[in-house]
């Protein structure tokens, strides 16, 4: 059993150790500087785990060289992650020198262990031993263990709350970003935090629970603790993986101050002029509301007249150019083609037709699915084959579109016209 038990403390060890190198191969292939983070986050892990691991098999003089990194690497967990958070949710992100406060708990513990560092061998080796009775000085070993205990019980506590809760604003603003910028999802949302965040509340709640009970002396103490740790480490690393960087996409220098002389606004003029008798069918069918938030654009300069030539082209755009079948369209590609600015597009969508612009589009993908499946001629292809036809990237958000806009599932709506 006690074999078992090292193995188990070995492994986390070496996953996290191979995780990191496929981090840093996908990172230096042009990846985006989240995976260069979550490369140092599985660094980081990797030395954590060696530390626990040699107190497995009770090597102390290993244990007495990485002692007094250990706290501090404890304290770089949490911040890590929420630039790392950052990194995945900020358009263009860069590394600011406010990033570097982060670290100062980290810093202030490493300064604290210097006494450690300088200390004899003796002394280290029956501290990190536990052998208070052959510590020649008491009064370091206490202070040693104040040090730790302050860390890992005040400071590391502090540090789970506060950056949950930032983590959490992170993920709500995120969601709204991509909401209003992406017609898709897929690798974008950071839905995988929830998934995370359950993850580690249930390992804390366990590994407490067995700290305060007799079971935490037992073998399924370490058990328990290391295959939570391989999965905790190992779903971050995944989603990092496949988790694309919001880009910022290059604006014509005559959009960058958001002014549009006459001429512009003459550009769309014409755009009118061109649209089908049918064009404003799905206009009427769109529940045309002012925002529920007025005061989100009270400082806007989108002017009437643009504003109305801007919805007109959006219309055009969608029923007669269909440009909801490009899978990755962004609200980028719609104001490159409208020749104007993202901020203009997402007011004319959110104002006019009272929907952000992931909803927007994909109300069109459904209502061109939905037209497709009354089609006999279409009924060889599978949902998922008319979905990706409209544009969508997988059949779970085709199938959540779907229901959320016409009240049934692509199955029961097929079922429901081959009744009839």
Known sequence: MKLLINILYALPVYQAFTLMLLLLLRWFGNGGKHLFLMAVFQFLATIYFLFNFLYAVQNFSAISVIYPFVLPI????????YIFLEAVSTPGFTFKSKHL???????????????FIFSGNELKLSYVSQNPAETANQ???????????????IVLNFQVVFYFIKSVRIFRKHQDYIDNHYSYTENLSLGWFKVIAFSFFFFLVANQLLYFSSIGSSYFS????NISMLLITLLVAYYSLTQKELKVMPVPSFLEHQQFDNQE??????????LSPESSVVEQEFVVIESSNPEKYAGSTLQEELKTKLVEGLIKLMEEEKIFRNPSLSLDDVAMKLNTNTKYISQAINVHFGKNFYHFINYYRIEEAKRLMINNENLKYSIYGIAQMVGFGSKSSFNAAFKRFSGTTPSDFISGIQNK
Not at 103 to 109: E, G, K, Q
Not at 139 to 153: C, D, E, N, Q, R
């Open 74 to 81: 404890i304290l770089l967990f949490a911040p890590l992650f």
């Open 101 to 115: 406060f982060h670290a100062l708990p980290a810093f202030v513990y490493l300064t604290a262990n210097a006494p």
């Open 222 to 225: 370490p058990i328990i603790y």
């Open 139 to 153: 009064t370091l070993s206490a202070y040693f263990s104040l040090v730790y205990i302050s860390g890992i019980y």
């Open 265 to 274: 606004i003459e550009s769309l003029k014409g755009v009118n002029n061109n």
